[in-house]
C-alpha cells in the first residue's frame, strides 16, 4: 500500500520535474539580418497601390491614407499607421521603387519602399518623421524590415514591439547610414518573442523632420504553442490524484 506521505513526495517530484524540463520565458530578441528571422509571411509594397513617379508632376492616385489595411502574402491583415505631418507642405506616404534612373536608396535595386512623405527640395528635405506602425490581425513570433532615413547618411534607428494591450515588448536601437548606393546595405531591424506575443511594432530614426522608409516586411507567424507550465503541472497533479484514488479503492477491498 502506498502510503499519502510516499503520494505526496511523488506530486511533489513530478511537479518539481516537469519545472526542470520546462523551457524557460525567453525577453524578446533584437534580430539584424532577414535570413535569421525564420520569415513564413511577407507584405512587399508594391501590392499596395501605384507607386510614386518621381519624374512627373505629382499623382494624387499615389499618395496613401495615413492609416489603412494591406493582406500580406499569406492572407494576414496588417494596419498601417504613420502619423500625419506636423509641417504644413509635406507629402502624404507613398509607395516607389528604388531604381536608377529614378530614386535611388540604399535598399536593393528593385525593392519597394513604404515612405512616410516629405517636401520635395535640395537635401536635406523637410519629411515626415514617423514612425511607421505596423499591427497584425493575429499577434506573430517574428518580425522586421530594412530601415532607411531621407538625405541622412547616419542616424539611429529604433525598432518596438509591443503585445495585444499595448504595452512594450522591448526596444532595440542600431546604428544606421543612408546613401544612393543602391547596395542593400539599409539596416535591418527585426524582434523575435518566443512567447508569439507580437501585436504591433514600430520602426523610426533619431532625425527629426526627416522621412523614413521601410521595405518589404518579414514575419513569423505564430506556430503551435507549447503547453504552458501550469498546464502541465495541472496534468501531473491529476495523475497523481487517480494513482492515490485508485490505491485508496484497492486498500478497502484489501
Known sequence: ?????????????MVLGWSAIMPQSKAAT????????????????????????????????????????VDS????????GIPAATIPGVFPPFIFQTTDPGIPTNFASGDFILFTGL????????????????????????????????????????????DVSGQLLDSFSLPGTSST????????????DDQARISSIAFQSSIPNSAIGINQLSFLSAQADVPEPSLLVGLAVLSVTVASSRQKKRSFNV
Open 181 to 192: 548606393a543602391l547596395d542593400n546595405s539599409a539596416i535591418f531591424l527585426g524582434i523575435s
Open 119 to 162: 517636401i520635395p527640395g535640395p537635401p536635406p528635405a523637410v519629411g515626415n518623421p514617423g514612425p511607421i506602425t505596423l499591427t497584425f490581425a493575429d499577434p506573430v513570433a517574428a518580425v522586421g524590415a530594412q530601415l532607411a532615413v531621407d538625405d541622412i547618411f547616419s542616424f539611429t534607428g529604433t525598432v518596438s514591439a509591443f
Open 73 to 80: 502574402a499569406g492572407g494576414s491583415a496588417i494596419q498601417v
Open 1 to 13: 500500500m502506498v502510503s499519502q506521505f510516499a503520494l505526496s513526495g511523488l506530486l511533489i517530484g
Open 30 to 69: 533584437l534580430v539584424t539580418s532577414r535570413s535569421e528571422l525564420n520569415a513564413n509571411d511577407q507584405l512587399d509594397w508594391s501590392s499596395v497601390g501605384t507607386p510614386f513617379n518621381p519624374f512627373g508632376p505629382p499623382d494624387p492616385a499615389a499618395f496613401l491614407p495615413n492609416s489603412f489595411t
